[in-house]
């Protein structure tokens, strides 16, 4: 089994910055992808920022230019560094990490989800 812990959210004024943290631990051979979501309310889940084991990233529209996602040194850790923050960027942000794990002689992949972490803007 996989667990997946989001932090680093809170409340921030217009324009400022936060860096939001996902640690993935547990049965982990390898990772391919993890990928930051955010969902406001009344609102559909959306990817905000995408990252690939081989060190690709994508971003939403809404927030290239803004945030980045990063790899830290950390083995299994994500940042999500956010800045020039908006008020549209409250939401719930969640961390998926898609991880490869060993059971016996065989591997398999399966995708996680974290519980979240809170993200408010202030205008």
């Known amino acids: 089994q996989v667990q997946v812990v989001e932090s680093g959210g809170g409340l921030v004024q217009a324009g400022g910055s936060l860096r939001l943290s996902c640690v993935a631990s547990g049965n982990i051979f390898s990772i391919n992808f993890v990928g930051w979501y955010r969902q406001a309310p009344g609102k559909q889940r959306e990817l905000v920022a995408r990252?690939?084991?081989?060190?690709?990233?994508s971003y939403a529209n809404s927030v290239k230019g803004r945030f980045t996602i990063s790899r830290a040194n950390v083995k299994n850790t994500v940042y999500l560094q956010m800045n020039s923050l908006k008020p549209e960027d409250t939401a719930v942000y969640y961390c998926?990490?898609?991880?490869?794990?060993?059971?016996?002689?065989?591997?398999?992949?399966?995708?996680?989800w974290g519980q979240g972490t809170q993200v408010t803007v202030s205008s």
């Open positions: 998926n990490v898609a991880a490869v794990s060993e059971g016996g002689s065989y591997r398999y992949e399966n995708n996680y």
């Open positions: 990252l690939t084991d081989g060190g690709v990233t």
